[in-house]
């Protein structure tokens, strides 16, 4: 059975019941539909931003009961996109509730961040309290000069909890956020990188149309071996990054999971793809759950 430590994801797809889950990273939702979707939630939901993340961890054990997560003891919680936590004291009774680690959201103004201008006033204090509070900051989605700006305030731990590396994609006037060059890769420093089994990710034709992108397991494994050449294979992990991916395509962009890559038997071509590529046993044991198991293994949050 295949043994693995996912960092990002949404939710699980009902195959990966057969794997053995030595723990996973979990993003709050809070999105009632979404809830339903994900996990099967059919009450009412909060509508105070640091009162819905609190809902979600205090429900987790009713969220995760018909889920392979449910018996998974070590999970950790994550924000992603975050526009706003609500009054920033209230950031260490979250904490409390168990969130562990926070992503900034990137596309439009927020409270914390500009594309154009970076951090702002409340974002640094944000990033100081993160620091205080030792949760993790997660640079996924900042690259160019917003990942340079984020890092001049981080003081903190940051993992990339699923990025790519864009030397291995073709030139596009449409680069994606969450590709980062070998140097952005190096000075993002981070304790953990995860590779995500996004297609559109992972293709080294990324901007093309599903039936023309031709993505496979061994695109994912490229990634793997080329960031691990980067930053060493010991921080290396997989960030599965499961979501609805037809709300995406709803809205005019395809997308889906590598194919194969939501159930064991992916991932067992993987582990096949990383062995021809020359990455040996225990580095692969590394990718798949020893790294995540080491960097996380005192954080369990259930």
């Known amino acids: 059975m295949i043994r693995w430590f996912p960092i990002h994801l949404h939710h699980v797809p009902a195959p990966l019941a057969e794997v053995d889950w030595e723990g996973a990273v979990v993003c ?68 409390q509730h168990g969130l562990s680690i926070v992503q900034l959201h990137h596309r439009v103004p927020t409270r914390y961040f500009h594309p154009l201008r970076g951090v702002t006033s409340e974002g640094r204090e944000l990033l100081s309290e993160l620091g205080r509070l030792k949760l993790y900051l997660d640079l996924s989605h900042l690259s160019g000069p917003a990942l340079i700006d984020v890092l001049r305030w981080c003081r903190g731990p940051r993992l990339l909890s699923h990025v790519v590396a864009s030397a291995l994609q073709s030139w596009s006037p449409t680069v994606r956020s969450n590709a980062l060059d070998d140097d952005e890769l190096h000075m993002a420093d981070a304790e953990l990188y995860g590779i995500p089994f996004v297609d559109d990710l992972v293709s080294p034709r990324a901007v093309q149309r599903i039936s023309e992108r031709e993505v496979a397991p061994l695109d994912i494994a490229h990634q793997i071996a080329h960031i691990a050449s980067i930053v060493g294979s010991s921080r290396v992990a997989l960030g599965a990054d499961y979501f609805a991916y037809h709300l995406l395509t709803k809205a005019g962009i395809e997308v889906g999971a590598v194919e194969g890559m939501d159930q064991s038997a992916g991932l067992a071509v993987l582990w096949s793809e990383l062995l021809r590529l020359g990455l040996d046993e225990s580095a692969i044991h590394g990718v798949f759950w020893e790294n995540a198991t080491r960097v996380f293994g005192k954080g369990s949050n259930t």
Request: net charge negative; proline share 7%; aromatic share 12%.
């Open 28 to 95: 709050v939702e809070r999105d009632v539909t979404l809830l339903s979707e994900y996990w099967g939630w059919t009450g009412t939901w909060p509508t105070e931003p640091w009162a819905q993340i609190t809902a979600f961890l205090d429900h987790w054990p009713e969220l995760a009961q018909n889920t392979p997560l449910a018996h998974t003891k070590r999970i950790l919680f994550a924000i992603e996109d975050e526009l706003d936590l609500g009054p920033l004291h209230r950031l260490e009774e979250i904490s």
